[in-house]
């Protein structure tokens, strides 16, 4: 696995969305072992995770989107070396996924770590792409742990916890997909999608 510190871009200085070290050995292993064909990710930012899991799996194509132009591009930089394995949308997730949802596309493996407050919309797109046997991995489904806190959850931050909420009770309670929730990292749902 490469260093994070090697991402151009990457400032250990700086609060960088990056995955936690756990998290990071985790996906690895998952997609090690699940060698999707196709991989879909939500939420690039400089390219790290989508290097873990190509990384891990040899031949895995995998496109990825990310918001901002900047970071889109050091993406594209970082990802170089994997060639047309790796393609890097520069767009708004929602708007991207249901392009391709339009166009049939679908996907052995969906990684969600984009913003958390999004997860519920995604959800219903996202397992439209999502092939049988597929799995749907969401990264910080519990938010700093505010999503297990019980009583009042602060202002600015209680949007996100509820739409969290209504994402964890929804892939939680789809019959079409048996759930685990991982307690590593800020809490990871897996999601195999079964028929």
Same mark, same amino acid.
């Given at each position: 696995?490469?260093?994070? *510190?090697d991402f151009k871009g990457f400032n250990k200085d700086e609060y960088v969305p990056i995955l936690r070290d756990e998290s990071i050995s985790f996906l690895f292993r998952l997609v090690q072992k699940l060698e999707p064909k196709n991989i879909l990710e939500i939420g690039t930012y400089i390219g790290y995770s989508a290097s873990i899991m190509l990384t891990a799996s040899l031949n895995s194509k995998?496109?990825?989107? *990310? ?5 889109? =591009? &050091? ?18 997730? @929602?708007?991207?996924? *249901?392009?391709?949802?339009? %166009? @049939? @596309?679908? #996907?052995?493996?969906?990684?969600? %770590?984009?913003? @958390? ?17 597929? #799995? &749907? ?21 209680? =949007? ?11 892939? =939680?309670?789809?019959?079409?997909? *048996? ?6 990292? %800020?809490?990871? =749902? ?6």
């Amino acid at each position: 696995m490469e260093r994070k *510190e090697d991402f151009k871009g990457f400032n250990k200085d700086e609060y960088v969305p990056i995955l936690r070290d756990e998290s990071i050995s985790f996906l690895f292993r998952l997609v090690q072992k699940l060698e999707p064909k196709n991989i879909l990710e939500i939420g690039t930012y400089i390219g790290y995770s989508a290097s873990i899991m190509l990384t891990a799996s040899l031949n895995s194509k995998l496109e990825t989107v *990310e918001i901002k132009e900047e970071n889109a =591009s &050091l993406a594209r930089e970082n990802l170089k070396e994997f060639g047309d394995r790796a393609v890097v949308f520069c767009d708004d997730a @929602k708007n991207l996924i *249901e392009k391709l949802c339009q %166009d @049939k @596309k679908k #996907y052995d493996f969906i990684f969600l %770590d984009g913003p @958390k407050g999004q997860y519920i919309r995604y959800f219903p797109i996202l397992k439209e792409l999502l092939n049988v046997n597929g #799995y &749907l991995v969401a990264d910080n489904v519990y938010f700093h742990g505010m999503v297990k806190m019980e009583g009042k959850i602060p202002h600015k931050h209680r =949007s996100i916890v509820n739409n969290l909420r209504k994402f964890i009770d929804a892939i =939680s309670t789809d019959k079409d997909f *048996e759930t685990k929730i991982f307690e590593m990292g %800020d809490g990871i =749902s897996v999601s195999k999608k079964i028929k």
